[in-house]
């Protein structure tokens, strides 16, 4: 009887499997669907929010990233004095990656400013690129690396702001420019204005290469918390802490101008201009980001 595989039979295979398939469809639709898991929010990373706060004398963007909810600002600014310290635009740049990568450590009540590369036009010369660079884009012709200092009118931008300010400034021992009046650069102008928005609840410059960490301040002393900042900064990071800069006179310095306005502000040197010291640097800011979180609560 090898009648099994009949055209017949088959056929009569087939209408029930078709039919079972159905029916098994139709009691899993209308089973209730399993609950799907909790979705847990994961927050890994924050975007900043990015503000061009004005254009540099060759026309290049100067960029300042906001992180954070709160309503007081803290400001850092790196890379004033250009492509002569470099390594303190790649430290802003690296500290924007950490609060990009930890936005806790951002205090519920700050919100945190970062202008990486305040003289851009500097940077260019010193590393041929605009915005972010490596290492190994930076010249290390001397000459070059000391023309980068400045910005395309040749202008020291620490020398440009409204304090104390005179036409001509001291570097070391060389005469520098100081622009033809206070903020006549837009570099310096751009971060005057950006102050002036925000009125932070501190600042600090990164620059290099003195090691150690000054207070600021224009005709009128230097500020409580201004002093509390330094020693705080230089407490975690280990730089040496200066209470005030006496190794030769200053006008136009930035931070005096923030100090001459109630900004608390200082001044931190990385040990060279190569290093960004990071560890140290990472300390120094958590700190300072802790100190100012616990003493402004609104
Ligand atoms: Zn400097």
């Avoid at 009569?12 to 398939?21: D, P, R, T, Y």
């Avoid at 992180?67 to 924007?96: P, R």
């Avoid at 040197?269 to 300390?283: D, G, Y």
Wanted: with cysteine; charged share 20%; proline share 5%.
């Amino acid at each position: 009887m090898g009648a099994l595989f009949t055209k017949r039979n088959i056929t009569i295979a087939l209408i029930i499997a078709v039919f079972g398939i159905g029916v098994l469809a139709f009691i899993n639709l209308n089973k209730k669907a399993p609950a799907p898991p909790p979705v847990v929010p994961v927050e890994t990373t924050s975007k900043p929010q990015l503000t061009t706060i004005g254009k540099s004398v060759e026309g290049r963007n100067i960029e300042a990233y906001t992180y954070g909810e709160g309503e007081n600002y803290l400001l850092f600014v790196g890379g004033i004095h250009g492509g002569y310290e470099w390594n303190s635009v790649l430290l802003a740049y690296k500290f924007m990656d950490y609060l990009e990568a930890n936005p806790d450590v951002i205090p519920k009540n700050l919100k945190i400013t970062i202008i990486p590369s305040a003289n851009p036009d500097g940077i260019y010369r010193v590393t041929g690129k605009d915005g972010r660079f490596a290492m190994s884009n930076v010249s290390t012709s001397q000459p070059v690396l000391e023309a980068g200092r400045f910005n395309k009118n040749k202008v020291d931008l620490n020398r440009n702001f409204a304090c104390k300010w005179q036409p001509k400034s001291t570097w070391r021992n060389e005469i520098v420019s100081a622009g033809t009046k206070a903020f006549s650069e837009p570099e310096a102008a751009a971060i005057r204005d950006l102050v002036l928005k925000q009125k932070p609840v501190g600042a600090v410059f990164w620059h290099s290469q003195a090691n150690a960490v000054y207070t600021s301040e224009c005709e009128t002393g230097v500020l409580p918390t201004t002093l509390k900042m330094v020693n705080i900064y230089a407490g975690a990071s280990g730089y040496q802490e200066v209470k005030s800069f006496n190794a030769y006179e200053i006008t136009g310095d930035a931070e005096g101008w923030l100090a001459s306005i109630n900004v608390p502000t200082i001044t931190v040197e990385l040990k060279t201009h190569e290093t960004i010291e990071w560890e140290k640097n990472l300390a120094g800011t958590k700190a300072l980001l802790s100190y100012f979180g616990q003493e402004i609560k609104k």
